[in-house]
């Protein structure tokens, strides 16, 4: 069901803070161009956390709105209580949602064991209008979902698949291992994602296919045809921008290059400051040996 590559996109906000929903259509009409199998609205990327349940909803329209026929819109909409996820999930579907993508709940981490996980997603799969993907992301989480917990979710038959951002290559092969057949996994790691695919991942959910797109979709294509020499060679060059816009800058790094790139992305949403001056000058120089800007 889940299948290719999904950009978990980067949220644009107009110069009073709010969502700009008219830069988020021109964003999604100019990706649309590069054959993305569909978009994530509201993800770690998307600055989840800082938008409100509102926000997210009218995120939703405006994207299925402007995407094309074919492509999947997948909602973020974990939130840290059951009840709160449920309503958000309902209010993403109702928006247009297709999937929702349920990051695991991680403030009281001791107390959320795997029994608090399964009956968590099995909770919300229950009450869910659209298929429910598990979003396993310890580096903001600090909790990681181990194999066997997620092959345990994945037992529900509205839970489809999950989003494993661990980059944990040995986990994969958990995942892939003890989770059902027709549970798509899909890699979130850039640097991870070439070995997944190998290994049997389903697609990626990227952040760095907000400004390599077309790159990411050639590496999928290619990793599904077997040619992986094809492959290797435009994943290792993307490797330094993927690790810029993730590991090293995080969102006000991705709203430099998506900016630098030509598309809408704003300020990010305060905790978060923007990127300085000296990170703009390198990102740029990292988009031109990746071949991505002239």
């Known amino acids: 069901?889940?299948?290719?590559?999904?950009?978990?996109?980067?949220?644009?906000?107009?110069?009073?803070?709010?969502?700009?929903?008219?830069?988020?259509?021109?964003?999604?009409?100019r990706w649309n161009l590069t054959g993305l199998s569909g978009y994530v609205v509201a993800g770690s990327n998307g600055e989840s956390v800082l938008l409100e349940d509102q926000e997210v909803c009218e995120a939703v329209s405006t994207v299925r709105a402007n995407a094309v026929a074919g492509q999947l819109v997948i909602a973020g909409v974990g939130r840290q209580s059951t009840r709160a996820t449920i309503s958000l999930t309902r209010a993403a579907a109702a928006a247009g949602a297709q999937v929702a993508l349920v990051m695991?709940?991680?403030?009281?981490?001791?107390?959320?064991?795997?029994?608090?996980?399964?009956?968590?997603?099995?909770?919300?799969?229950?009450?869910?209008?659209?298929p429910v993907m598990v979003y396993n992301v310890p580096k903001f989480t600090h909790l990681n979902m181990a194999g066997a917990t997620v092959a345990r979710i994945a037992t529900h038959g509205n839970i489809v698949g999950v989003k494993d951002s661990a980059g944990d290559i040995p986990q994969i092969c958990d995942l892939v291992r003890l989770c059902p057949p027709g549970f798509d996994i899909l890699?979130?790691?850039?640097?991870?994602?070439?070995?997944?695919?190998?290994?049997?991942?389903?697609?990626?959910?990227?952040?760095?296919?907000?400004?390599?797109?077309?790159?990411?979709?050639?590496?999928?294509?290619?990793?599904?045809?077997?040619?992986?020499?094809?492959?290797?060679?435009?994943?290792?060059?993307?490797i330094p921008v993927g690790k810029a816009v993730?590991?090293?800058?995080?969102?006000?790094?991705?709203?430099?290059?998506?900016?630098?790139?030509?598309y809408a992305a704003g300020v990010p949403r305060l905790p978060l400051l923007?990127?300085?001056?000296?990170?703009?000058v390198e990102m740029r120089s990292l988009l031109v040996e990746a071949g991505l800007l002239n």
């Open 187 to 238: 890699m979130g790691n850039g640097p991870a994602f070439l070995s997944g695919l190998q290994l049997g991942a389903a697609g990626g959910i990227l952040a760095l296919a907000n400004v390599a797109p077309r790159e990411c979709v050639q590496i999928y294509q290619h990793a599904v045809a077997g040619e992986f020499e094809a492959a290797r060679d435009i994943h290792l060059r993307l």
């Open 1 to 29: 069901m889940i299948r290719g590559v999904f950009p978990p996109i980067a949220t644009p906000f107009g110069s009073d803070g709010s969502l700009d929903k008219a830069a988020l259509a021109e964003n999604i009409r």
């Open 274 to 280: 923007p990127a300085d001056d000296g990170v703009r």
């Open 246 to 262: 993730t590991s090293r800058w995080g969102v006000p790094g991705l709203k430099v290059a998506l900016e630098l790139l030509g």
């Open 104 to 130: 695991n709940p991680s403030f009281f981490s001791v107390e959320t064991t795997p029994e608090a996980l399964y009956r968590h997603y099995a909770a919300v799969a229950d009450a869910s209008p659209i």
